[in-house]
């Protein structure tokens, strides 16, 4: 069942909540609906985390668990997706979604110059915030309806599986 699978990559809930660094928000950690592991909590938990992955901002594991507090969803999962964006995907994700940004925003891409120069991207910054964020969120959004949609399919899937296996068994 899929609740064994992410039993054993979420962190214990007695740990975070003994955790000496957490103890401002342990009445936050304190709420067991955000450690249950069910198809509504999981399944948010995905979006929440592929959304917070795609967010061009600081501490986007801060922002994860915020939403998981606020939409009730597992807080472990949700942070632990956010590092999809990692120093080494981050520049494929920022860049796709501003040119999917650009794409929406129906604008041509800006060219780019022989030698790149920090005034350079100083100057492209003013004209290019715009279509990077909308891009950013829509990327988020669509990503992480994906990841919600083949979260409830597959615990969906392995739900069926055990109830014909068990009865399978019974027979």
Same mark, same amino acid.
């Given at each position: 069942?899929?609740?064994?699978?992410?039993?054993?990559?979420?962190?214990?809930?007695?740990?975070?909540?003994?955790?000496?660094?957490?103890?401002?928000?342990?009445?936050?950690?304190?709420?067991? #609906? !955000?450690?249950? &592991?069910?198809?509504?909590s999981v399944s948010?938990?995905?979006?929440?985390? %592929?959304? /917070?992955?795609?967010?061009?901002?600081?501490?986007?594991?801060?922002?994860?668990?915020?939403?998981?507090?606020?939409?009730?969803?597992?807080?472990?999962?949700?942070?632990?997706?956010?590092?999809?964006?990692?120093?080494?995907?981050?520049?494929?994700?920022?860049?796709?979604?501003?040119?999917?940004?650009?794409?929406?925003?129906?604008?041509?891409?800006?060219?780019?110059?022989?030698?790149? #120069? !920090?005034?350079? &991207?100083?100057?492209?910054?003013s004209t290019s915030?715009?279509?990077?964020? %909308?891009? /950013?969120?829509?990327?988020?959004?669509?990503?992480?309806?994906?990841?919600?949609?083949?979260?409830?399919?597959?615990?969906?899937?392995?739900?069926?599986?055990?109830?014909?296996?068990?009865?399978?068994?019974?027979?």
């Amino acid at each position: 069942m899929p609740k064994n699978f992410f039993k054993k990559i979420i962190p214990d809930p007695q740990y975070l909540r003994e955790h000496k660094g957490l103890s401002w928000i342990q009445h936050w950690l304190a709420d067991g #609906s !955000l450690w249950h &592991l069910n198809r509504r909590s999981v399944s948010r938990a995905v979006f929440i985390g %592929i959304f /917070c992955s795609f967010l061009p901002i600081p501490f986007q594991m801060l922002a994860a668990a915020a939403l998981a507090v606020l939409l009730s969803a597992n807080i472990a999962l949700s942070v632990v997706l956010v590092w999809i964006s990692n120093p080494v995907t981050m520049p494929f994700l920022f860049y796709g979604s501003y040119r999917v940004g650009l794409l929406l925003l129906g604008q041509p891409p800006i060219p780019m110059p022989d030698e790149l #120069s !920090l005034e350079w &991207l100083g100057e492209q910054l003013s004209t290019s915030w715009l279509p990077f964020l %909308i891009g /950013c969120i829509s990327c988020g959004c669509f990503f992480g309806g994906i990841g919600w949609s083949v979260a409830r399919g597959f615990w969906r899937f392995h739900v069926i599986r055990a109830w014909k296996n068990r009865h399978k068994n019974r027979k």
